[in-house]
């Protein structure tokens, strides 16, 4: 069978989520997330940033407004 001579590409461990967060920095993915979750008014307003605190901690994807609004609150995704 095929599938046993599939193999990963080493820069993409299992387990290092690298794949899923590439893909949710995608801007299409973006404008789907932000407009199911805001709404209809939210779309091409967001943009993927940095996820690093203050603490040191990592985020896996942070999406923040492109406009200062209350409307439009950042949006935290962990994979």
């Known amino acids: 069978p095929e599938l046993l001579l599939f193999s990963m590409d080493p820069k993409y461990p299992p387990g290092s989520d690298l794949i899923s967060k590439l ?6 993915v973006v404008e789907m997330i ?20 203050a603490g040191g901690s990592k985020s ?17 995704i962990e994979v």
Request: overall charge negative.
């Open 60 to 76: 896996d994807v942070v999406y923040v407004s492109n406009v200062s609004s209350t409307s439009f609150p950042p949006i935290l």
């Open 23 to 28: 893909v949710l920095r995608n801007p299409d």
């Open 34 to 53: 932000t407009t199911t979750l805001i709404g209809p008014n939210a779309a091409s307003m967001y943009s993927p940033r940095p996820t690093e605190w």
